[in-house]
């Protein structure tokens, strides 16, 4: 099930008003969003992009200030002696733009362009990976240590833990 988005309503219909009109304002490059996927995992984002027909030379990926843009352009050639009867599949200049939140670090954005289909991974920034802590006592760093739910650790067994470290 497709959620309604009315903007991008809004831009097909402007899509289609532009082709049928030639394209807007004379030797304006018409801008399409191309479709995309966003997925989160703990690595980080996933973002795929369709480019079907791009030559991977034609795109920019910009990161800046939490924001991820995507550039990419398709020219069209009719060719001599070659009359368009149809021409439906759009060309121009390809863009998105996404904010991207902090926890992730848009300076290790990997990039990979495989038949049409431009794969994007932005890792979570190193402050925002979990960790494991370990705790002190005395002065002293104890092992890491896990406690099943439930299980009640005797007192003495804890102090003997302790006094045998110290010694």
Do not use: C, W
């Amino acid at each position: 099930m497709m959620r309604f988005d009315p903007f991008r309503e809004i831009e097909e219909l402007t899509q289609r008003m532009d082709r049928a009109f030639g394209g807007g304002v004379s030797g304006q490059v018409a801008r399409l969003a191309p479709p995309v996927d966003v997925h989160e995992d703990e690595g980080g984002l996933e973002l795929t992009l369709d480019l079907p027909g791009v030559q991977p030379d034609d795109i920019q990926i910009e990161a800046e200030n939490q924001t991820l843009t995507v550039q990419a352009k398709r020219s069209y050639s009719r060719g001599e002696g070659r009359t368009a009867h149809r021409v439906e599949r759009a060309y121009g200049t390809f863009s998105r733009t996404f904010s991207v939140p902090a926890k992730y670090d848009l300076t290790k954005v990997e990039a990979n362009f495989d038949h049409g289909t431009l794969t994007l991974r932005v890792p979570r920034s190193e402050a925002a990976q979990k960790r494991t802590v370990q705790v002190r006592t005395g002065g002293q760093l104890n092992a890491p240590r896990t406690v099943e739910a439930g299980q009640d650790t005797p007192a003495t067994e804890t102090q003997n833990a302790e006094s045998t470290q110290g010694a």
